[in-house]
Structures are given as structure tokens and as C-alpha cells.
């Protein structure tokens, strides 16, 4: 698995519409109604040209791209941390996910009429952010009444999370999100199982039209800032565009893009803006019986990149074999990069750089 995001939104802000054509019709999905506690799901793989690249030179049984899941989750509306529009069900699945898609309507237009009765992209940003908060406040209850009773019988980890949940609360009450709260690594690591929904990365996904894309708009442009601002990310995206070229075969998809003067895809750019945020990379491993990519995070050593495959082998990580992309390409492959020195091995040290393709020496 590459990542997971969820997608929120108010109702009527194209939030299905956008999730139904990153999906593609051809996602492994499980769809429930709405009905039930249960969201819906779609598991898309990601695309990643180096693959054809590598394949090229070295051909394969099978070719397997990362992937990224996507969580469709109910439409939020004002009140939902208080059980509004069954939204507090929902909110818990947000505690699952990596990131947070959070779609933003910035058309006008009378066919879907806006639950608020007006188009305003900030004030849907701040009605959905409130109500994160008055989730999160509810989840910190939960935690300071765990660790209140050890701390004070003088239980050190106790006491120590209990100051910090303090921290946040004052934050929480100020109207400003866990992202904003400065931790170093070792309060982040007490506050880890508190799994607050305002400490997860956001990317804004503002829904345009057809005739807007590649403009910017007032709207657009008031999300971009704010996106900007609180260090988060943005992408445009126009809903029935994207339904479009999701019933489209592979090369057909090229063709519309540039007929539609497109340089990439709503999943594209929600792919290398999510593992921007993210700060992810991808790896290869390349041979006849396969070509995979898998997704680490930046700075990751090779014996947690080895791990990605099986945790055996970075229990009895011995070394790593790695080839740079370009070199890899380059080169032709491994043999050609052994004779021009470009074959390396690496130790537990290593710090995986993205495109590296690898294979892992270990002992069981």
C-alpha cells in the first residue's frame, strides 16, 4: 500500500463525483450505502511511468505499481461532531487514514444547489475544520481520563502526556488544530495513540469547472492562500472531467489530456501532491518474475525498505545491492551499470533515495 486518504467535504461539493473518477470504475471497491457506519472504499494503483521505463529493459511476468486507497467519507455539515447528519460516524474513520482529502466547491451554478445556499470555499473550510476540532476534543477526554488516575499516583509517562493533552487543549480552545501545536519527536511519540483528525496533513481539492481549469479564480485563488498559509497543499480539479477520462482506455486518457490542454490527471497530481505532503518516495525491485514499486517514507533506512517487503528481511538485513534510476536507465540495466561503476552495496545505514531500484541480502 502507498497511502491512505480520506476524502470530506459539505454535501453537494462533488466530493462522490471526484471519488467515483479517481476510482475509475475500476478500483477494488467495497461500496456500502450510506445507510450504514461503513464508507466507501477504492484501492487505485498509482501510476508510475519509471515502471514501463524499467520494463522495458528488463521484462517481466508481472508488474505491479504501488497503490492508494481512498476513503469516501459522508458529507460533513455543521453540527456533525455532535451526531448531525450521522457525521460523528464518519468522523471516526478519518482517525484511519494518512492524509486528508478535503474538497472544496469553487463553481457557481444552479444544477446542485449548495447546503449553505451560497458558494463560499472558506467558509466550508472553516465549518468542516470546527468540526475536526470538536472531534478531537472529544477524542482528548477520552485520553486525559485514561492517564489522569497514573499521573497523579506518580506514574512519570503519565504525567508527562497528561501536560501535553493540556497543551492541545488550550489550543483546541483557541480554534487551532494539533498541526499547529509544536512537539518535538519525543511529546509526538506520547501523543501517537491520541490519533487526533487536526494533526493529519490536508490537501484541498478544489472542484472547478470545465472552463476554469487552468485559470484562477477568486475562489481558487482564496483557497490556494490558505493552503499556502497553514502549510498544506492544493490541487484543481473538475469533477466531470475527471468521470470523463476515468471511462477512458490508457492511451485514450493521453489524447484527452491534450486535447483538453491537460499536462496530467486529478490522480496524478493527487499522487505527487499526496506524497509530497506525505513525504514519500518509491523504490523498485525489478526481475523476470517481477516489477514492483513500493512507497517508503523519505529517510528511510534499507532495512525499513527491505522490511516494506517482509519483515523478515529487515530482521537479517545484511546489505542492500542498489542501482540509481537514471543510472539504471542509462546504463541499460545491471550488468551495464556493474561495468560502469554504478553498482553499489549499501549498509543498515542507507538512506533510500527515491527511484532506487534495489535487492536486499539477508540471513533468516
Known sequence: MGFKCGIVGLPNVGKSTIFNALTRGQALAANYPFATIDPNVGVVAVPDKRLDALTEIVPTQKIVPTSLEIVDIAGLVKGASQGEGLGNQFLSHIGEVDAIL????????????????????????????????????????????????????????AAQTAALLDRVEKAFNEGKTARQVPFTAEEKTLLKEARFLTDKPILYVANVTEEELGAETPPMAKVREKA?????????????????????????????????????????????????????????????????????????????????????????????????????????????????????????????????????????
Open 102 to 157: 478535503e474538497v472544496v466547491r469553487c463553481f457557481e451554478g444552479t444544477e446542485v444547489i449548495h447546503v449553505s445556499g451560497s458558494v463560499d470555499p472558506l467558509r466550508d473550510v472553516e465549518i468542516v475544520r470546527t468540526e475536526l476540532i470538536l472531534k478531537d476534543l472529544e477524542i482528548l477526554a477520552k485520553h486525559k481520563a485514561r492517564v489522569e488516575k497514573p499521573a497523579k499516583a506518580g506514574d512519570k509517562k
Open 228 to 364: 499556502r498559509a497553514e502549510g498544506s497543499g492544493m490541487i484543481t480539479i473538475c469533477g466531470k472531467i475527471e468521470e470523463e477520462i476515468s471511462k477512458l482506455e490508457p492511451g485514450e486518457r493521453d489524447e484527452f489530456l491534450k486535447a483538453m490542454n491537460l499536462k496530467e490527471s486529478g490522480l496524478d497530481q493527487l499522487v505527487r501532491e499526496g506524497h509530497t505532503l506525505l513525504n514519500l518516495i518509491a523504490f523498485f525491485t525489478v526481475g523476470e518474475t517481477e516489477n514492483r514499486a513500493w512507497t517508503v517514507a523519505r529517510g528511510s533506512t534499507a532495512p525499513q525498505a527491505a522490511g516494506k517487503i517482509h519483515s523478515d528481511f529487515e530482521k537479517g538485513f545484511i546489505r542492500a545491492e542498489v542501482i540509481g534510476y537514471d543510472d539504471f536507465i542509462r546504463c541499460r540495466g545491471e550488468q551495464g551499470a556493474r561495468e560502469n561503476g554504478k553498482f553499489r552495496l549499501e549498509g543498515k545505514e542507507y538512506l533510500v533515495q527515491d527511484g532506487d531500484i534495489m535487492h536486499f541480502r539477508f540471513s533468516i
